[in-house]
């Protein structure tokens, strides 16, 4: 079997889907891998380790495509919008982040070549996908880059200071989403000094929150119908996020620092932070939206830009986890391999279409179309969750990460 890499073409996409040390695991198990010349350019590997670890690493992009069975990417179909469906082969298997909202005619296209696909934003929350869930993996590190993002802008000092000339306070930080990347936002931000408030729609997350070192913050909301049985965020409708808003006025207001993590998938992202809000603040504050892709949580954002809006610094960022490439590389890579493994029975493909990981990714298989995030009993039940608010990994799930990096 052999298993390729195409480069990344997306813009400023900096990922790679398969890092060496992980590429070696394969080709000592007996898979071929082929990598495009210039795949781990961007995060720091180069095509002699590649070629070290046992890949054949090829010029020419297409040829990947044209000779291997199974496809690892990191952004590919509706999540980039430079690739095309017809560059995958017949009865290829294409795994990795493929923007399953987007797709249209490409999925027709998929399916009269018998292309198997795999999104991974579909993983199911579930403890056996776990080492699987290359949205969680990716949020957890945006959470962290976001900290960091604010604390380089903020024109004060996160931690407290006593000194001669004075005593500095904390920063006030405020994350709104205690999902997979909200507490991580709030993890960072508490380990660089900062006082860290947060808040999220689901009452029973506060434990988490205040393990992290932060106070949450209770508003006088009806919570009873917020979150599904897994406990992730229901969407709520417009008088609730009105009302949220409200509430939340007095806390932003008192912020140097907010962070906001709630989307939608698929949807717009619920906007929670208005321009009235921004205006109570004081100038040289700042926001990071990491909703932005989704239209964004707060209402000046734009996507992948900086705006200031009443002298308060408002980012957008949709690709925060692209600019850790190295460390996301390495993880999307565990990700990805795990979910091959999952495929195979002694190292053969077996797709088994009952099993509920490969039932909940599937876009395309044997010439049929599926969509499994269009299913109707789904669609009027859209989870309003933290920029990946996937289930939290078990204590010992860094084990599924390959010891073999050299971070």
Same mark, same amino acid.
């Given at each position: 079997?052999?298993?390729?890499?195409?480069?990344?073409?997306?813009?400023?996409?900096?990922?790679?889907?398969?890092?060496?040390?992980?590429?070696?695991?394969?080709?000592?198990?007996?898979?071929?891998?082929?990598?495009?010349?210039?795949?781990?350019?961007?995060?720091?590997?180069?095509?002699?380790?590649?070629?070290?670890?046992?890949?054949?690493?090829?010029?020419?992009?297409?040829?990947?495509?044209?000779?291997?069975?199974?496809?690892?990417?990191?952004?590919?179909?509706?999540?980039?919008?430079?690739?095309?469906?017809?560059?995958?082969?017949?009865?290829?298997?294409?795994?990795?982040?493929?923007?399953?909202?987007?797709?249209?005619?490409?999925?027709?296209?998929?399916?009269?070549?018998?292309?198997?696909?795999?999104?991974?934003?579909?993983?199911?929350?579930?403890?056996? $996908?776990? =080492?699987?869930?290359?949205?969680?993996?990716? *949020?957890?590190? %945006?959470?962290?880059?976001?900290? !960091? +993002?604010?604390? &380089?802008?903020?024109?004060?000092?996160?931690?407290?200071?006593?000194?001669?000339?004075?005593?500095?306070?904390?920063?006030?930080?405020?994350?709104?989403?205690?999902?997979?990347?909200?507490?991580?936002?709030?993890?960072?931000?508490?380990?660089?000094?900062?006082?860290?408030?947060?808040?999220?729609?689901?009452?029973?997350?506060?434990?988490?929150?205040?393990?992290?070192?932060?106070?949450?913050?209770?508003?006088?909301?009806?919570?009873?119908?917020?979150?599904?049985?897994?406990?992730?965020?229901?969407?709520?409708?417009?008088?609730?996020?009105?009302?949220?808003?409200?509430?939340?006025?007095?806390?932003? $207001?008192? =912020?140097?620092?907010?962070?906001?993590?709630? *989307?939608?998938? %698929?949807?717009?992202?619920?906007? !929670? +932070?208005?321009? &009235?809000?921004?205006?109570?603040?004081?100038?040289?504050?700042?926001?990071?939206?990491?909703?932005?892709?989704?239209?964004?949580?707060?209402?000046?954002?734009?996507?992948?830009?900086?705006?200031?809006?009443?002298?308060?610094?408002?980012?957008?960022?949709?690709?925060?986890?692209?600019?850790?490439?190295?460390?996301?590389?390495?993880?999307?890579?565990?990700?990805?391999?795990?979910?091959?493994?999952?495929?195979?029975?002694?190292?053969?493909?077996?797709?088994?279409?009952?099993?509920?990981?490969?039932?909940?990714?599937?876009?395309?298989?044997?010439?049929?179309?599926?969509?499994?995030?269009?299913?109707?009993?789904?669609?009027?039940?859209?989870?309003?969750?933290?920029?990946?608010?996937?289930?939290?990994?078990?204590?010992?799930?860094?084990?599924?990460?390959?010891?073999?990096?050299?971070?």
């Amino acid at each position: 079997m052999i298993i390729g890499v195409p480069r990344e073409v997306a813009v400023n996409e900096r990922r790679a889907a398969l890092t060496p040390p992980v590429a070696e695991g394969l080709v000592e198990r007996g898979f071929d891998v082929l990598v495009s010349a210039g795949t781990g350019d961007e995060a720091g590997w180069s095509n002699t380790e590649y070629r070290d670890a046992g890949c054949e690493v090829v010029d020419d992009r297409g040829a990947v495509f044209d000779r291997s069975d199974v496809i690892f990417q990191v952004r590919g179909l509706g999540a980039s919008p430079e690739a095309e469906p017809d560059q995958y082969d017949e009865e290829q298997i294409v795994i990795g982040l493929l923007g399953p909202y987007e797709l249209e005619d490409e999925l027709e296209t998929l399916a009269e070549r018998n292309v198997t696909a795999f999104a991974l934003e579909l993983i199911p929350r579930i403890s056996r $996908a776990q =080492s699987m869930d290359a949205l969680s993996s990716m *949020a957890s590190v %945006g959470g962290y880059k976001a900290a !960091l +993002v604010a604390a &380089e802008e903020l024109p004060k000092l996160f931690p407290m200071q006593m000194t001669a000339a004075g005593t500095v306070r904390p920063a006030d930080v405020f994350v709104v989403g205690a999902g997979v990347a909200g507490l991580q936002a709030i993890a960072t931000a508490d380990r660089l000094g900062a006082n860290v408030r947060a808040y999220d729609i689901r009452p029973e997350v506060k434990e988490e929150v205040e393990s992290l070192g932060a106070e949450f913050v209770e508003l006088d909301l009806e919570t009873d119908d917020t979150s599904d049985e897994e406990g992730h965020a229901r969407e709520q409708d417009e008088e609730f996020y009105r009302k949220q808003r409200e509430m939340m006025n007095r806390v932003i $207001a008192d =912020s140097d620092v907010v962070i906001t993590t709630a *989307a939608v998938p %698929g949807r717009p992202s619920p906007e !929670l +932070v208005t321009n &009235e809000m921004i205006e109570g603040m004081e100038r040289g504050s700042v926001i990071v939206d990491l909703a932005a892709e989704g239209g964004g949580n707060c209402e000046p954002t734009q996507a992948d830009e900086t705006v200031t809006y009443e002298g308060v610094t408002v980012f957008g960022p949709t690709n925060l986890p692209g600019t850790v490439s190295r460390t996301t590389s390495r993880l999307y890579a565990n990700n990805v391999t795990n979910f091959l493994d999952n495929l195979l029975e002694d190292d053969e493909l077996t797709i088994d279409t009952a099993d509920e990981i490969v039932d909940a990714t599937m876009l395309t298989h044997d010439g049929t179309i599926r969509n499994p995030h269009e299913q109707p009993d789904e669609e009027d039940d859209e989870e309003a969750e933290d920029e990946s608010d996937e289930a939290e990994p078990d204590e010992d799930e860094e084990t599924t990460v390959e010891a073999t990096d050299d971070e």
